[in-house]
């Protein structure tokens, strides 16, 4: 089971990012799946999360408006489009899931057992 992810970069403030988690050694039609972001020297937080199995999104009151999650279950891959970035956005950013049938809820307030590498996502100023 491995998650990867990618798509970071440097974007200026106002820009766009579009993030990509590919999932091997699992299907995504059953797992709730999610990003969460991580800014050194802080806590990781969730982003947004997705139940596979149902479409369900959860996105916490902070992170409404500028993301959205979505997934390919033919190419394994959850996608997180980043719109109207801001410079406090700046974090690597992290995809994850429990292999269970969590709700979308559930996962972004957990800390699921597995986890992808991380994307640094760097936005200026």
């Known amino acids: 089971v491995q998650l990867q992810a990618s798509g970071g970069g440097l974007v200026q403030a106002g820009g766009s990012l579009r993030l990509s988690c590919v999932a091997s050694g699992f299907t995504l039609n059953r797992p709730a799946i999610g990003w969460f972001r991580q800014v050194p020297g802080k806590g990781r937080e969730a982003v947004s999360c997705?139940?596979?199995?149902?479409?369900?999104?959860y996105y916490p009151d902070s992170m409404k408006g500028r993301f959205t999650i979505s997934a390919d279950a033919a190419k394994s891959t959850v996608y997180l489009q980043m719109d109207n970035l801001r410079p406090e956005d700046t974090a690597v950013y992290f995809c994850?899931?429990?292999?269970?049938?969590?709700?979308?809820?559930?996962?972004?307030?957990?800390?699921?057992?597995?986890w992808g590498q991380g994307t640094l996502v760097t936005v200026s100023s």
């Open positions: 994850a899931t429990d292999l269970g049938q969590s709700s979308s809820y559930a996962l972004c307030h957990s800390r699921p057992p597995i």
């Open positions: 997705l139940s596979t199995n149902n479409d369900i999104t």
